[in-house]
């Protein structure tokens, strides 16, 4: 007997030490999808459409946006690898053109205008660059002040839910009298981005003294929050489940989503989903939803006769309290089909949630 309890507990110690590990895999997994792909470029010409269908390869679709395109072939001079943001960037200077992170339908773009000349610090999937620098003068109390704008952007196959900004430390290069002032800020704790593909934050320092050349170097570091990837999740039964049968679920990459409601009526249907993340997933404040890149729609057919009918982003209601590990939404498709026969309902939410740290240092910034 003894001798059996003993092999019993053994299987049990072996079962949790192997699902542990599992779980362990899963995030490792999520980080991996967070590394820079490279993008490859031959040494011969290219046009600029040839070179975003290079980038779109990698999983990151740029438009082209342009009105004015006489510059549309250009060479890299040689063989080359770049991840995507210095591939972008290489493009736009290549051809002439500047970069939108900041398009009405979203995303990243190709426009008319001049290419970046700036400080630009390359991170993994993360590019920060200098955007403005401002002096300034408070006349109520005499103080300068110099503020900062950095343009924070990652890759557009990426959708982070938070940024977290970490302290800074800045150094001014010498003024006349070869002083050189140093400054700290503390960090500004974290902000939403779901949705974005880049955002803008104000680093406030104190003002050096005029004959000052340059902000010789600001340092810091900023914690990303999110998914390796979204996850789609297609069920194509949309009739409630008989009585007793459990609620249609499927699983990918350990991230659980169930169908615990369907309630189909001749013009609309009701429709709750329980999403259940892997245990291991960062913690979240209260106030804090991992839930903002999540959509859902119905779909039927295929290419040109393909039809959808979409929910506008905040019509979804949460059934329950939320927490890091699960969430229960309730959804109302109203006009829906009164016959779901082919219908498909489409979910996508967040696979395994992972912190990253993108450390960065800007050289040279020219003061105003």
Same mark, same amino acid.
């Given at each position: ?218 340092? #810091?570091?900023?914690?990303? /929050? $999110? =998914?390796?990837?979204? @996850?789609?999740?297609?069920? *194509?039964?949309?009739?409630? %489940? +008989? ?70 982003? #905040?019509?979804?209601?949460? /059934? $329950? =309290?939320?927490?890091? @590990?699960?969430?229960?939404? *309730?959804?109302?498709?109203? %006009? +829906? ?32």
């Amino acid at each position: 007997m003894l001798r059996m309890r003993g092999v019993a507990i053994v299987c049990l110690l072996l079962g949790t030490a192997l699902g542990l590990a599992g779980q362990v895999e899963l995030f490792e997994l999520a980080r991996k999808d967070l590394e820079p792909r490279l993008v490859h470029f031959a040494a011969e010409p290219i046009s600029v459409a040839r070179a975003l269908e290079a980038l779109r390869e990698s999983g990151n679709a740029v438009r082209d946006l342009r009105k004015n395109k006489r510059k549309d072939t250009f060479s890299f001079g040689k063989t080359t690898a770049l991840p995507f943001w210095e591939a972008l960037d290489r493009i736009s200077q290549q051809a002439g053109c500047a970069i939108s992170l900041y398009e009405p339908e979203g995303g990243v773009a190709l426009i008319d205008g001049k290419p970046r000349d700036v400080p630009t610090y390359y991170q993994g999937i993360f590019r920060i660059a200098n955007k403005r620098t401002v002096l300034s003068r408070d006349e109520g109390t005499d103080q300068h002040s110099c503020t900062v704008t950095l343009e924070v952007a990652w890759e557009p196959r990426n959708e982070p839910l938070f940024l977290d900004v970490g302290p800074m430390r800045a150094r001014f290069a010498a003024d006349d009298k070869k002083k050189e002032l140093t400054a700290s800020v503390s960090g500004s704790g974290k902000m939403a981005v779901a949705g974005r593909t880049a955002v803008e934050m104000e680093v406030r320092l104190p003002a050096p003294d005029r004959t000052a050349p340059k902000l010789a170097s600001l340092e #810091g570091s900023l914690k990303a /929050l $999110g =998914p390796g990837k979204m @996850l789609t999740f297609v069920f *194509g039964d949309l009739k409630p %489940p +008989a009585q007793g049968k459990p609620a249609p679920h499927q699983m990918r990459d350990g991230v659980r989503v169930s169908l615990t409601h369907i309630k189909p009526r001749s013009d609309s249907l009701s429709v709750h989903v329980l999403i259940e993340n892997p245990k291991g997933t960062p913690q979240f404040e209260s106030y804090q939803s991992w839930l903002d890149n999540n959509r859902i729609h119905l779909e039927k057919g295929e290419g040109d006769r393909k039809q959808v009918i979409t929910l506008p982003f #905040g019509a979804e209601e949460e /059934l $329950g =309290p939320r927490s890091a @590990l699960q969430a229960k939404m *309730g959804y109302h498709f109203s %006009p +829906a089909p009164g016959d779901l026969e082919g219908w498909k309902l489409v979910y996508r939410t967040p696979g395994p949630m992972v912190e990253m740290d993108v450390p960065f240092q800007l050289k040279d910034l020219r003061l105003p």
